[in-house]
């Protein structure tokens, strides 16, 4: 037993609600208290990974059925760490962001909160605490979506509510109904499915697996419950956008590998409709939304539509339910994740000084704000998946996996459409950076001003750059860890 998992928990959620009634009007006090608080308790998680045991720690008990349980294992190392970081950098972004958007000690309650809910779904042990914090989770980003308070924000914050919980719900549903053919509601490693309780209701339980990884699916921007991410995203402040993109939509991917391969075991689900069907609605998502981003203008929702495309690159590999194509989808959490920080973060940056929100607007930016578009550049090519970059690592082990999976025409039609893919991403990214630096000869350079962010924008981006390529040529570490966990659950 392990007591201390609870702390990188209850720190942020503690300290997130402490923000208003201590009062922290200051704005240096104020950005100290939130600073120290991510800082620790990413030193906390990181600690807990090297060192905490594998075994599960009950907080509470309810009753015989329900108690709140949480265990690291592979899985969650891999989402504790990456989640408390990208929190760490958003957070240092946003100490300038925010002034321009107001009510700083709201945003800075959720959003602090929202680092210790997601770590709660990182350590979640059983279905009931998972889905605990996951509910939590969405009600306290909701305030982040709708952060400006204007018509737009608003309406995109009862969407993102709406979409939401309809997603949740139907997961819930799902984990009643599998509960009685499962021997424990905790995640085991290859799945807890009996077969004899199944008998001959293998077509309804599959039914219902497909229906709740579709739920689930929602966070993830999967269709048919994707809508939410192009409307949220536009009208979040920049720093929210980044964690919403970067992270909050791998908790739905999380949600998805305990249910598929620590409860009902890809055994049961490999090679038959289900698995078809959701190899066919992550494709559609992939191609969907990489041609929505390519025909959109504005900004923020260009990005929104890319990760509805990219995450679906994510679910793809975990449904090839092979391990490489397992630890491709690994290894594009850590490059979306980083990557999509840094175009948020970036297209923030530029909203924010210079109040440009449409890409036709952008031309010759790159000559205003170098140090910004540079990292945009970088993020734009790893996200296209250009060696030595972490994107070209990730779908080099995503495409493997789809051929090397037994898989039908799955197995040639899910590279091609990465393949494909990959162009429209280049053709809605690159376009972008090809006309901030190369504007043309009717641009007015003598008239140009320096707008470059200042350092608290810039030194997170830089950072996040210097990850993005990194990871892609230094990745064999990350290989091997995600091929054990593959190991263990396949």
């Known amino acids: 037993m392990n007591i201390a998992l609870i702390i990188p928990i209850l720190l942020p959620i503690v300290a997130g609600v402490l923000i208003q009634p201590l009062k922290l009007h200051d704005r240096k006090t104020r950005e100290t208290y939130v600073a120290t608080v991510v800082l620790i308790n990413f030193a906390i998680v990181v600690f807990l990974a090297l060192t905490a045991g594998s075994e599960p720690t009950t907080i509470l008990r309810l009753n015989r059925l329900i108690d709140i349980t949480f265990k690291i294992d592979g899985m969650s190392k891999l989402f504790t760490v990456l ?89 819930l549903a799902g984990f009643f109904f599998l509960y009685q053919y499962c021997d424990s509601t905790h995640f085991v490693e290859g799945g807890s499915l009996n077969l004899e309780k199944i008998g001959t209701n293998i077509t309804l339980v599959q039914t219902v697996v497909l229906l709740t990884v579709m739920g689930f699916g929602c966070k993830a921007g999967m269709f048919p419950l994707h809508a939410w991410l192009p409307s949220g995203h536009p009208v979040a402040p920049a720093p929210a956008s980044a964690v919403l993109s970067g992270v909050i939509t791998k908790a739905g991917v999380l949600a998805i590998v305990r249910v598929m391969y620590y409860m009902v075991g890809v055994d049961f689900l490999r090679g038959t409709w289900v698995q078809y069907v959701l190899l066919a609605l992550t494709l559609y998502t992939v191609f969907m939304g990489s041609m929505l981003a390519f025909k959109e203008k504005l ?84 996200l296209v998946g250009i060696p030595p970059t972490s994107g070209f690592e990730s779908k080099w082990f995503l495409a493997i996996g789809a051929l090397q999976s037994d898989i039908g025409i799955f197995k040639y039609l899910g590279p091609a459409t990465l393949l494909v ?70």
């Open 83 to 171: 989640a408390s970081f990208l929190w760490i950098t958003a957070t240092f972004y946003s100490f300038e962001y925010i002034k321009h958007e107001g009510m700083d000690e709201r945003f800075y309650t959720f959003f602090v909160v929202t680092i210790g809910a997601l770590i709660g779904i990182g350590y979640a042990a059983n279905l009931q605490t998972l889905y605990l914090f996951y509910e939590m989770m969405t009600l306290v980003t909701f305030p982040l979506v709708m952060h400006s308070q204007t018509e737009q924000s608003v309406a995109a914050g009862k969407k993102y509510l709406t979409y939401s919980f309809l997603g949740a719900n139907i997961a």
């Open 299 to 382: 900004f923020k929702k260009r990005l929104a539509y890319s990760s509805v495309s990219q995450v679906s690159y994510v679910l793809f590999g975990l449904m090839t339910m092979h391990p490489l194509g397992f630890v491709g989808a690994c290894l594009h959490m850590i490059a979306h994740a980083i990557v999509k920080n840094i175009l948020f973060l970036s297209a923030g940056s530029v909203i924010y000084k210079t109040h440009k929100t449409y890409v036709t607007q952008l031309k010759g930016i790159g000559k205003e704000m170098p140090i910004t578009m540079w990292c945009f550049t970088i993020a734009s090519i790893a």
């Open 421 to 490: 893919s990959a162009f429209l991403t280049a053709g809605y990214l690159l376009s972008i950076m090809s006309k901030a630096f190369f504007p043309g000869e009717d641009y007015p350079y003598d008239t140009m001003v320096k707008t470059e962010a200042n350092a608290y924008m810039t030194i997170p981006m830089i950072i996040l750059t210097v990850l993005a390529v990194g990871f892609g040529m230094f990745a064999t570490p990350l290989v091997d860890f995600f091929s054990q966990i593959a190991g263990l659950i396949m």
